[in-house]
């Protein structure tokens, strides 16, 4: 039983009671209720594709001509009818299915002849639609038996009695739109073997649902309705229309709406993966420096805690974060890759020596009782040693965030500090304390190699973050996907 033809039986037999013609539905006096291809003209008829020769007749038992063909493929595909000239010397715009036959062309669904002719009025050979609604529907159909064979496995067409295709045959009208209401619709073959075995996401983009219609088109009607955030299962496409299944209701919807992925609440910024070029007056992105500086060396160990010494810890982590900077074109140094003791004026000095831009110092807290989190340090007063209190500010911001990111610690915040290695510089610089050596807790996520590379990773888009947005540098945005990652929300 084909149920979308019992459908639409119906839905007409309603609109159209005894003879009484309404306006709303075309009735062909040729094309009763026990015509062979009934279901299947009307339902061309209701998507726009097919018409009748006038408005009472479609002529079912007259050949389809190569034109007739033409205009009906290009309405199934959405295609821009507008007539127009052609390269064809005997298709010019004066010929309503110009547009279509041209477009078609276009797409290298239907060829001319090679004498520059198209022979619009020619009729259409059952080889020659086997291999044009092969290609149209992006069936296998590289020749005439191969397109043939294609629309007999998929329940579209069958072969004649003498048990071959019979291509050099025409075809009548009637039987053409057969065929090219199976190929659009599914139900209508003599077997739905089509696999909806593509799950995609609706997304009407403003919160309203998706309709499901019988047909490719607006102007079918809608069975069902699918709404944002919907998973429906795909078979295939019919132009920019999409076949689909949805609690049981087979049908149609505008693929415009349909992701791969689940739409989100928030708009997702997607960096892109190719170089954007430097915005005017600033520096490439190759002359950027990072200076990491691992906190403490040497003799000088920081602090210990829980078997763990805060000088390796840092170590440990800034060699971690330099890494990432292995695979993008600006720069990271470090005041130091062993453990060697370096004076705190030194680092800053470093920083200056080396023509850095930016300076993040790397510490752990410590406390003789519970203290615990996260916090970053900048320096404000005096502003004459390090002039660069704003933009050490920020920086702090998105340090701090990401940091937050990474270990989910408790957020002891964003904090002014007068410490000399930030005093001590002349680029923008904070000191982050990643957490506390002495706790439990935070040496559940500081004490493991995992939990290092996860902070080392958070401080590398942090820098990113201070460039993206406090900088305001697009050209930064292609760097975040070499880590999959995309940008914090703006924080200053
Ligand atoms: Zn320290």
């Known amino acids: 039983m084909k149920k979308l033809a019992a459908c639409l039986t119906l839905s007409l037999a309603a609109l159209v009671p005894f003879g009484q013609e309404s306006q709303a539905a075309t009735h062909f006096t040729d094309v009763g209720t026990t015509h062979r291809a009934q279901a299947e003209i009307y339902y061309l008829v209701e998507g726009g594709i097919a018409n009748g020769y006038t408005s009472s007749r479609f002529i079912p038992e007259k050949q389809v001509t190569r034109d007739q063909a033409a205009a009906m493929l290009g309405r199934t595909l959405g295609l ?56 149209a529907f992006n069936y296998n159909s590289g020749s005439v038996s191969v397109a043939a064979s294609s629309l007999m496995k998929k329940g579209i067409a069958q072969g004649i009695a003498d048990g071959t295709f019979g291509e050099s045959l025409t075809i009548k009208r009637g039987d053409f739109a057969v065929f090219l209401a199976r190929s659009i619709n599914a139900d209508f073959r003599t077997a739905n073997t089509e696999k909806f075995d593509l799950s995609v996401y609706v997304d009407t983009k403003d919160g309203t649902n998706l309709n499901i219609r019988t047909g490719p088109g607006t102007s079918y009607q809608a069975i069902g309705s699918a709404p944002t955030g919907k998973i429906v299962s795909y078979a295939y496409s019919v132009g920019d229309w999409a076949y689909v299944t949805s609690n049981n209701v087979k049908g149609f919807v505008h693929s415009a709406y349909l992701q791969l992925d689940k739409p989100s609440d928030k708009p997702v910024v997607t960096p ?60 990271a140094k470090m005041t130091r890759t062993t453990d060697q003791y370096i004076s705190l004026d030194a680092r800053g000095a470093y920083a200056s020596k080396i023509n850095g831009d930016i300076f993040v110092s790397i510490h752990t807290n410590a406390h003789t009782g519970s203290g615990n989190g996260t916090e970053t340090y900048y320096y404000t007063s005096r502003a004459r040693v390090n002039p660069n209190v704003s933009q050490s500010k920020a920086l702090a911001k998105y340090v701090q965030n990401r940091q937050l990111e990474a270990w989910g610690l408790t957020d002891r915040g964003v904090k002014v500090g007068n410490l000399a290695v930030l005093r001590q510089n002349s680029v923008p610089a904070v000191l982050a304390e990643l957490g506390f050596i002495t706790n439990s807790k935070d040496m559940g996520v500081m004490g493991t190699e995992a939990g290092r590379e996860k902070m080392a990773k958070g401080l590398f888009l942090a820098t990113l973050d201070y460039y993206y947005y406090y900088e305001g540098r697009t050209d930064v945005l292609p760097l975040y996907s070499t880590v999959n990652a995309t940008p914090s929300g703006k924080l200053h």
């Open 80 to 135: 821009n009818g507008e007539p127009r000239s052609t390269e064809f010397k005997d298709v010019g715009s004066n010929n309503s299915a110009s547009g279509y036959i041209q477009q078609l062309v276009d797409k290298k669904i239907i060829n001319g002849y090679p004498d520059g002719s198209f022979k619009p009025g020619n009729t259409l050979s059952r080889g020659e639609m086997a291999v044009l609604i092969g290609r």
């Open 272 to 331: 892109p993966t190719s170089p954007v070029p430097t915005p005017p007056g600033k520096k490439p992105l190759s002359d950027i420096t990072v200076v990491i500086d691992a906190g403490h060396g040497g003799k000088d160990p920081g602090s210990p805690g829980r078997g763990y010494t805060e000088k390796n810890v840092t170590l440990n982590v800034a060699k971690k974060m330099e890494k990432y900077y292995d695979k993008v074109p600006m720069k």
